[in-house]
């Protein structure tokens, strides 16, 4: 949301002379994945983690159990997803640059967790990770510490730590 605070006070700046319009605030909504959404979501994930992740098997396994989408309007600035609802592990959770403190994360995680209920809900997350404050305040519990969780996933410049903690939501 900063972002967009930037871009209309840039505008306003630059173009004193003019009227300026007004401020619409569009709320954030999140819904369950579907097909005008993939393209986005892909280019979100692969941005926050690796090249070639393609997710449109999601619309198959029970989409509004196991995705949240976040939109803005028709920009979507975050995504989750978990893998099915059997196995009830998140795949991806992630939030675009520059909307970070918005409470997306928090709140795609809510939503997630509350759509399967009385489930164990698994995930791997990189040892460095600030997203480990967030799924401690949900109860997730460290399982287990893998050592080169994501060597064959992050190239070798990557500053997130090829190691990873598995964690757990018991219900």
């Not at 819904?31 to 994930?45: A, E």
């Not at 997710?55 to 028709?74: F, M, N, Q, W």
Request: glycine share 4%; aromatic share 10%.
């Amino acid at each position: 949301m900063n972002l967009l605070e930037d871009i209309h006070e840039h505008y306003s700046l630059a173009h004193a002379e003019r009227e300026q319009p007004g401020r619409i605030q569009i709320p954030i909504t999140y819904t369950s994945l579907q097909t005008h959404h993939l393209s986005q979501v892909h280019d979100l994930l692969t941005r926050s983690f690796w090249d070639g992740i393609n997710i449109s098997d999601s619309l198959k396994y029970s989409p509004e159990r196991c995705t949240v989408i976040a939109t803005y309007g028709h920009l979507v600035v975050g995504v989750a997803l978990l893998s099915s609802p059997q196995e009830s592990y998140i795949t991806y959770l992630a939030v675009r640059a520059g909307w970070d403190n918005s409470q997306i994360a928090t709140t795609m995680l809510y939503h997630l967790i509350s759509l399967n209920p009385h489930r164990d809900i698994s995930l791997h997350v990189s040892a460095n990770n600030p997203a480990m404050l967030l799924y401690n305040r949900f109860g997730f519990k460290t399982e287990e510490f893998i050592t080169g969780f994501y060597e064959d996933y992050l190239n070798s410049q990557s500053r997130a730590s090829m190691n990873a903690f598995r964690l757990r939501l018991r219900r």
